[in-house]
């Protein structure tokens, strides 16, 4: 069966701003106020991937958002961490208030067909013991 799941909307907050420093499980929990985190114009839908490998006997988890961004204007002088809400309305947090941080890196992609037009492409890594946590 196939299970739709795309990223429908992507927010971001200085992790500087997260109510907590690391996460302590991998149970759902609820952020106040992340409902007011601005969000991230991109086209939609987003692509999540999240990919795990055991490495000296530590499992980790690695995040990688992909997004399409109409221009170049997105903030990359602080660290960042990114709300990501699914079809489904499912939301998961990406990076938390300490090291490691998510990781930006930003393309200009200038298309090889005249009907499509030139965009920027960011991809914003993450890697942690702990897979991304579920947010009600």
Same mark, same amino acid.
């Given at each position: ?15 500087? @701003? ?5 996460? *302590?499980?991998?149970? &759902?929990?609820?952020? +106040?106020?992340? #409902?007011?985190?601005?969000? %991230? ?13 055991? @490495? ?5 988890? *690695?995040?990688?958002? &992909?997004?399409?961004? +109409?221009?170049? #204007?997105?903030?990359?002088? %602080? ?58």
């Amino acid at each position: 069966m196939k299970r739709l799941s795309f990223i429908t909307k992507v927010q971001r907050v200085p992790v500087s @701003e997260l109510p907590f420093e690391t996460l *302590t499980c991998n149970k &759902t929990f609820s952020i +106040p106020g992340s #409902d007011k985190w601005p969000k %991230v114009k991109c086209q939609r839908p987003a692509k999540l991937e999240i990919t795990d490998k055991l @490495e000296d006997g530590v499992r980790l988890y *690695t995040h990688k958002l &992909t997004l399409r961004l +109409p221009d170049d #204007d997105l903030d990359t002088s %602080v660290p960042y961490a990114y709300l990501v809400t699914d079809l489904e309305s499912n939301k998961y947090l990406i990076g938390v208030g300490d090291r490691p941080y998510p990781i930006i890196n930003m393309s200009d992609i200038h298309p090889d067909s005249l009907g499509s037009s030139t965009f920027v492409e960011a991809v914003i890594q993450w890697i942690y013991t702990r897979k991304a946590p579920k947010i009600a």
